[in-house]
């Protein structure tokens, strides 16, 4: 399993962390802007990722570390499943299934919210990929508003693996019913454009991958949730969500590559999971 970066891709990382690093601290004496800190665990009863199913009947723990200065932020993140499962092989050699680091940076211009950044997902191989675990790495760019439901668009390009365009649309409000208590909405919708039909095609009506390039409107996530402020660095979120395809293509496409049941036209196409998740932020 590959749970740690690759050499390359760690020298890559740092380089451009101390980059960042570099450019931010120039004027540190003139400003008394302070790093940011966030520590999150999440505990949920599935991992649904861009609509695709990746757990199976098992609660799964997701640790997450940010840090930020000055627009600059590196954040690492993972996930523990409690009870893995591959519908191809026996099964995954270790629990831990995937590390993620993304290196982002954001500006507010007025009205606009500007921010772009790069992914790494470091993904488990199966005992009978162990030498190939083909990761993942993109490179995104986003644009929101400070209005009404800040709606955001972020596009995100793959540039290792999975060939293909992610663009996603999300909106979110956030109600405070007291001091302590928040209730956060929110939606996303997605259009995936694939470049390349053999790491991602388009399924057929018997959700098997068929020779041509997917190419439509995705996954759906309408998302609730209750931010409760314990102190003024402790904040415990209870959340629920739902995830289901955008149109006919993204049916087949989400339960082909879901793992729910024996056969692909058995697995589902929408998913409803929820958790908790605890966080400490300085």
């Not at 199913?53 to 098992?58: A, D, G, H």
């Not at 629990?95 to 507010?108: F, G, L, P, Q, R």
């Not at 020779?211 to 415990?236: A, M, Q, R, W, Y």
Request: glycine residues 6%.
């Amino acid at each position: 399993m590959k749970t740690f970066l690759s050499n390359k891709t760690l020298c890559v990382i740092v380089f451009l962390v101390s980059c960042m690093l570099a450019v931010s601290a120039a004027p540190v004496f003139a400003e008394e802007d302070k790093p940011t800190g966030d520590m999150t665990a999440s505990v949920l009863s599935k991992y649904v990722w861009r609509g695709q199913e990746l757990s199976r009947n098992s609660a799964v723990i997701q640790p997450s570390m940010t840090i930020g200065y000055k627009g600059f932020s590196f954040n690492l993140w993972g996930n523990l499943d409690t009870d893995p499962y591959s519908p191809a092989h026996e099964g995954y050699s270790s629990t831990w299934t995937e590390t993620d680091a993304t290196i982002s940076y954001s500006k507010t211009l007025g009205l606009f919210n500007l921010g772009a950044g790069y992914i790494y997902y470091g993904l488990a191989a199966s005992n009978e990929d162990a030498a190939d675990p083909k990761d993942s790495q993109e490179i995104f760019a986003s644009v929101g508003l400070n209005t009404l439901l800040s709606p955001t668009l972020t596009i995100y390009r793959e540039v290792a693996y999975y060939h293909q365009w992610y663009f996603l649309l999300g909106i979110s409000h956030t109600l405070e019913l007291n001091k302590m208590v928040s209730l956060k909405l929110a939606a996303s919708a997605s259009y995936l454009l694939s470049t390349d039909e053999i790491t991602y095609p388009e399924y057929d009506d018997n959700a098997l991958p068929t020779k041509d390039k997917f190419e439509n409107f995705h996954d759906g996530t309408l998302t609730v949730s209750l931010p409760i402020k314990v102190t003024s660095f402790i904040t415990i979120t209870p959340m629920f969500s739902y995830v289901f395809p955008l149109s006919g293509d993204a049916k087949d496409e989400m339960k082909g590559r879901g793992i729910s049941g024996e056969t692909p036209s058995d697995r589902d196409s929408s998913f409803v999971y929820g958790g908790l998740a605890a966080s400490f932020t300085f």
